[in-house]
């Protein structure tokens, strides 16, 4: 019987030799969009008609800013530095695993006055993901 798999099992690993975990992740969130390319014409009326075209992939990410660490600058500095890093992410306990390469494109902190501070980052994938199945 399969068993659920929880939020907190799901983790984004980045890093531009091996991958480490964010620091305080919280939310994280795959997305891979397959770009439909439309090929309706007039006697196909009512219906559209369309054949798969491109794919691409990207990587939400959020969490809580951590004392004594450089995790929010680090990560900052690569978005700046236009460095390509490599991405896991993990499906802890099931093996499954969904690898590439991407960059960072957008890194935002925020720190309001009567909650917790808070880092989140997104990353768009380039070239191929590669998903590992479970055993």
């Known amino acids: ?6 939020g907190v099992d799901v983790i984004v690993e980045i890093g531009s030799g091996a991958t480490t975990a964010i620091l305080g992740q919280r939310g994280a969130k795959l997305s891979v969009p397959r770009e439909m390319i439309d090929l309706t014409v007039k006697t196909s009326w009512p219906w ?9 992939w ?35 306990d099931s093996g499954e695993q969904f690898s590439g390469t991407a960059y960072l494109s957008n890194v935002e902190i925020d720190g309001p006055m009567d ?5 989140s980052c997104k990353l768009d994938g380039t070239g191929a993901l590669t998903p590992t199945s479970g055993a």
Do not use: H, R
Not at 1 to 6: D, G, K, L, R
Not at 68 to 86: E, H, P, Y
């Open 115 to 119: 909650k917790e501070g808070t880092m």
């Open 1 to 6: 019987m399969a068993n659920e798999v929880i």
């Open 48 to 56: 559209k008609t369309a054949k798969p075209g491109f794919i691409s």
């Open 58 to 92: 990207s990587v939400d990410c959020d969490g809580l800013l951590m004392e004594k660490t450089s995790g929010a600058a680090s990560i900052a500095q690569t978005l700046i530095d236009g460095t390509l890093v490599n991405v896991d992410v993990i499906v802890a």
